[in-house]
């Protein structure tokens, strides 16, 4: 239970528009106590009634989490570049893909094999999700990988995802 200040700020509203929306009885549950506005909060938002009339509400929506994709390159495990291995594990979030050599994933995660349908755009078999974001240990980026792979053997030209 809330009150409007708190409940206009999480609906990214100003209070007097949820001062309207009260009295026209849109807000689920909320009821006066006293001069205050008590309004209960449903799965982190308050509830608002939609209305019969006029244009649809733009209320803020919870975003749903990024699925985070952890994978390992097998084309680059064990090679290495000026006496250092190249980074193998790749995290992508969002637009970003990372390498690195340690990936540390706080939170619940999940361990998937699919070899009947591989990864999307990389074909990998074996990865992990993950919807918190990993932290990533001397990350680099796609690039930077490349061209490790490009000095340890310039013939030959590596598909990386």
């Not at 309207?20 to 799965?43: H, M, S, Y």
């Not at 990998?124 to 690039?143: D, L």
Request: charge should be positive.
């Amino acid at each position: 239970m809330i009150g409007t200040t708190e409940a206009a700020k999480l609906l990214e509203i100003s209070t007097r528009r949820l001062r309207c929306l009260l009295a026209q009885d849109r807000v689920t549950g909320a009821f006066k106590a006293g001069r205050n506005w008590v309004i209960p909060v449903i799965e982190g938002l308050p509830k608002i009634k939609t209305a019969s009339r006029g244009p649809k509400s733009i209320w803020k929506k919870l975003r749903t989490p990024a699925k985070n994709v952890i994978h390992i390159n097998r084309q680059v495990i064990g090679k290495k570049v000026d006496g250092e291995y190249i980074p193998p594990i790749s995290v992508k979030y969002r637009d970003e893909n990372i390498y690195c050599l340690k990936v540390e994933i706080p939170g619940p995660c999940t361990l998937v094999y699919q070899p009947e349908s591989p990864l999307s755009g990389c074909k990998a078999t074996a990865w992990i999700e993950s919807f918190i974001q990993p932290v990533v240990k001397h990350g680099c980026t796609f690039e930077e990988v490349k061209r490790q792979l490009k000095k340890l053997n310039p013939k030959s030209d590596y598909v990386l995802t």
